[in-house]
């Protein structure tokens, strides 16, 4: 009887001081992903029964991020950890290790048939770029359909007493993946074959490229962290000439001045924005994945059509 009052008594004060709400919400499952696009995809499969943080945010750069301790600190209050892996995330390992987490780490990528990154970039700072995969596997609607049956798998594992309800989240999610995927190949081909041609400043779409046919050229190599060299932005632009690009694309998370440069000096045209490792904000046109990959589809259609 005391016991009840006494708890009757806390959680007044509680209210009163407002934690209550937090309190409601501690009781959801705590999934922390390392940038905005696995954020989405983890908030589409768990739906209310997950609260999901992004260390990388919306129109941020994944690829050089810092941790800093606050990020340590949110890991180690994490229920389970999403990463992409292919070493997107070269900073994550230090990071989980710094935090001292015990929840498991999904790989989202886990069974995506890698592509190489791209061999011919041109290296002026003695890095090595060239034989690692490319971790943009995102950009095939077919692989985001294995990193959400990955992510469906580590809910369940962390929370089986809702594997249904994931599982079914899951599974009207990947409707949406399959009309998506259809709406991507029904636009490109109204584009002309010679013209499926785009320019970006690093390269990031070779996933797309690969599955829907297009041609991508980056002079900058699969990772945002080593700058394109006056070679690499010469072999562009004369590529450009040869080739009749019609459009070079400014990624949000990247600085728009070097296309800008490339576009003045070949001749092609600045497309639109696009969003290739991060999303937009929600008030952005790129809130989730669908709609990002529908941004970017439009931004190419209106480009080169
Ligand atoms: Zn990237």
């Known amino acids: 009887m005391g016991r009840h009052v006494t708890r009757g008594l806390a959680a007044i004060i509680l209210v009163l001081l407002g934690l209550a709400p937090a309190m409601a919400a501690d009781t959801k499952l705590k999934a922390m992903a390392t940038f905005s696009i696995l954020a989405d995809l983890i908030t589409q499969v768990g739906g209310e029964r997950v609260s999901v943080t992004s260390l990388v945010g919306p129109d941020a750069d994944a690829h050089g991020y810092s941790p800093t301790p606050g990020d340590a600190r949110h890991v180690a209050e994490a229920d389970l950890v999403v990463v992409n892996g292919l070493g997107f995330e070269g900073w994550i390992e230090r990071l989980i290790k710094a935090s001292g987490t015990k929840a498991p780490v999904i790989v989202a990528s886990k069974g995506v048939t890698t592509i190489a990154g791209s061999h011919d970039h041109d290296d002026d700072h003695g890095h090595d770029h060239g034989d690692h995969a490319d971790p943009h596997a995102w950009q095939s609607v077919a692989n985001v359909k294995l990193y959400v049956v990955n992510i469906r798998d580590g809910l369940s594992a962390a929370d089986p007493a809702h594997a249904a309800l994931y599982a079914e989240n899951a599974a009207a999610y990947a ?64 590529q450009i000439r040869r080739d009749k690009v019609p459009a070079v694309f400014v990624e949000t998370i990247a600085d728009p001045r070097l296309m800008q440069q490339i576009a003045r000096e070949s001749g092609a045209k600045v497309g639109g924005r696009i969003y290739s490792d991060a999303l937009s904000g929600p008030d952005g046109p790129a809130p989730g994945y669908l709609e990002m990959m529908r941004s970017n589809l439009t931004a190419f259609r209106d480009a080169l059509s």
């Open 175 to 238: 409707r949406k993946l399959d009309a998506l995927e259809g709406e991507i190949r029904t636009t490109l081909q109204t584009i002309p074959a010679e013209r499926r041609r785009i320019i970006t400043t690093h390269d990031s779409f070779g996933y797309f490229s690969a599955a829907y046919g297009m041609r991508f050229l980056a002079p900058q190599g699969i990772s945002t962290d080593s700058e394109a060299g006056p070679k690499d932005v010469a072999r562009i632009i004369r």
